[in-house]
């Protein structure tokens, strides 16, 4: 294990309520106990926007940050029933959003669409968790790599602000279903995309890298052998605080 910056990012979806600020209290009170000794968590819970003004504005903490889980493409105001852009979302106190996550992209997100998004999200100086994946066909016709590959290519400008992205290996068949993967397999997997980055950008760094799908208080252990992971993309689990904090504990037993 490093003493690298690890993150644990919550993605509650469309669950949470005014009564969830009691959660995050909860995980703050640990966090701000369990960082003593090892100052080296990022915490990021990424919540419904209705949400996002209410724990800003009762919440402060260089710990915890509260982030969005999608916006509109356009950057400025317009008429887009329904939406909601990242400069709105920074006005009621967004410092990250989630972009490209696989349900998203199978609400209509194509990568064209998503590269607008992170570029829109960027420029409001929002943090930027970018997910990518593969489906479960494929995983099985062995096109894991090259989806990846095309999906970093294709929504990623090369002159992005680099400090401000994260990215997210989420594989979708894991999303929601209990099944991770091969711990050998995911090594390589992170190698590949930290390789990948540092070509497409020309840059000698990688931003962090996070795997998200079915993480867990349990499985949670699996994953510490691998050093390129930077960190978890935590969706059910993170809707419990005591699950959270079991998986931050867990982690580093
Ligand atoms: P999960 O979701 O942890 O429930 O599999 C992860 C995600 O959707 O980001």
């Known amino acids: 294990m490093t003493n690298k910056l690890k993150y644990f990012v919550g993605n509650w979806k469309m669950f949470g309520s005014f009564s969830s600020l009691k959660n995050i209290y909860r995980i703050h009170r640990f966090c701000v106990k369990f960082n003593k000794a090892r100052k080296k968590n990022k915490i990021i819970l990424c919540v419904p926007n209705t949400l996002i003004y209410f724990f800003t504005k009762k919440f402060r903490s260089k710990i915890i940050s509260i982030g969005a889980q999608n916006c509109h493409h356009h950057q400025?105001?317009?008429?887009?029933?329904?939406?909601?852009?990242?400069?709105?979302l920074k006005n009621v106190g967004a410092k990250y959003i989630i972009l490209g996550h696989s349900e998203s992209r199978h609400e209509g997100d194509t990568n064209q669409l998503i590269k607008k998004k992170i570029k829109s999200a960027l420029n409001q100086q929002l943090y930027v968790i970018f997910c990518i994946g593969e489906t479960y066909s494929e995983k099985i016709r062995k096109k894991t790599f090259s989806?990846?590959?095309?999906?970093?290519?294709?929504?990623?400008?090369?002159?992005?602000?680099?400090?401000?992205?994260?990215?997210?290996?989420?594989?979708?068949?894991?999303?929601?279903?209990?099944?991770?993967?091969?711990?050998?397999?995911?090594?390589?997997?992170?190698?590949?995309?930290?390789?990948?980055?540092?070509?497409?950008?020309?840059?000698?760094?990688?931003p962090p890298v996070l795997y998200g799908g079915s993480v867990n208080d349990k499985n949670i252990?699996?994953?510490?052998?691998?050093?390129?992971?930077?960190?978890?993309l935590i969706g059910g689990a993170s809707r419990s605080s005591k699950k959270f904090i079991d998986i931050i504990k867990n982690y580093y037993k």
Request: charged share 25%.
């Open 76 to 88: 400025t105001k317009g008429s887009f029933t329904g939406s909601v852009n990242a400069k709105m």
């Open 147 to 206: 989806v990846l590959k095309n999906q970093l290519k294709s929504s990623m400008d090369k002159k992005i602000n680099l400090n401000n992205i994260i990215i997210a290996y989420e594989p979708v068949w894991s999303i929601g279903t209990g099944k991770i993967p091969k711990i050998d397999s995911l090594r390589n997997i992170f190698r590949f995309i930290k390789n990948e980055f540092k070509k497409n950008l020309k840059t000698k760094t990688s």
């Open 221 to 232: 252990t699996k994953f510490t052998s691998i050093l390129e992971i930077d960190g978890f």
